[in-house]
């Protein structure tokens, strides 16, 4: 099982930025891939960008050049994943979702944080 808990979101002027945090847990489980989904008002879930453990990323065309995926490991050895979001813009205003993959062979597990709100005014 792994544990994901966001947190950095909150409100900021167009222009702004942001950083988003998600630490992952979870004794003896590897992760293939990690990465961030928003949720706006009326819309489906997408995906805003990714991280394969071999450090290939991939990212929305709408925050390319805008947003920065990373990671790392904190002092207790857990997963960090960070989400830079620069220049931010109203549209970017959505429920922001942490997501960790664990593949297994031609299984795929998703784990899901709770979601941290962002909300960028004009």
């Known amino acids: 099982q792994v544990q994901l808990v966001e947190s950095g979101g909150g409100l900021v002027l167009a222009g702004g930025s942001l950083r988003l945090s998600c630490a992952a847990s979870?004794?003896?489980?590897?992760?293939?891939?990690m990465g961030w989904y928003r949720q706006a008002p009326g819309k489906q879930r997408e995906l805003v960008t990714s991280?394969?453990?071999?450090?290939?990323?991939?990212?929305?065309d709408s925050v390319k050049g805008r947003f920065t995926i990373s990671r790392s490991r904190d002092n207790n050895a857990k997963n960090m994943v960070y989400l830079q979001m620069n220049s931010l813009k109203p549209e970017d205003t959505a429920v922001y979702y942490c997501n960790a993959v664990r593949e297994l062979g031609f299984l795929r597990y998703d784990y899901w944080g709770q979601g941290t709100q962002v909300t960028v005014s004009s």
């Open positions: 991280l394969t453990s071999g450090g290939t990323t991939n990212y929305a």
């Open positions: 979870g004794s003896g489980v590897s992760i293939n891939r």
